[in-house]
């Protein structure tokens, strides 16, 4: 189980090219779904701020409950 | 003859009777329409001054946010133990950049003491040895 230095590196190395294109993918993802929430926001602001007010009036009626 | 003059005049007011309700079944329904005319330019005129759309346009996420503001106050929840809480977070939050500067700050003080300490001890330690030998 002892590894020296270089393959240390090396299996860094490999573990950093693994995850850093996931990691990019996620970035990707979550970029498109702020533009895609932004999107919808803006097209339907009414629905939007009304379907806010009452998700706030819900948890404000928990919180208070408890 | 005096039947005759009774139809008359009983048909003359049921005419007139039935005109008046017209009328005024006609004046309930232009109330009605002017009333809704006013209603819908109040709404009109409080969307342009409040300019929700525009507001919504430039900060979507912030009118969201505000909104479930107003929701959660109209929700009763603005005096809770989870107001509280979320509070106290937005407390620690904001002072976390301050908290990092001073611990940036204090941590290279501590370095720079550090190295400062290390070369007098090596300084000293050479000029001892020298004295020495």
Redesign the interface.
Known sequence: MDMNPQQIQDRAREIQERIVPQIEEARRNLVDLNTRTISFIRANPGTCLIGAVAMGFLIGKLASRR | MANYENTQSNGSQSSTGEAGFGHRVDQIGSDAAHLWGNARSAVTDLGQTLD??GR??RN??G???A????????????F????ARIIKLGVRLAALPFVKDELVGMAEAALQGYQAGVGQGGQGGQGGTGKIS
Not at chain 2, 68 to 78: I, K, M, R
């Open positions: 929700l759309k919504v346009d979507p996420y009118m969201v946010a909104a479930l503001g107003v929701g959660y106050v109209l929700g009763g929840g603005l809770t133990p989870l107001t």
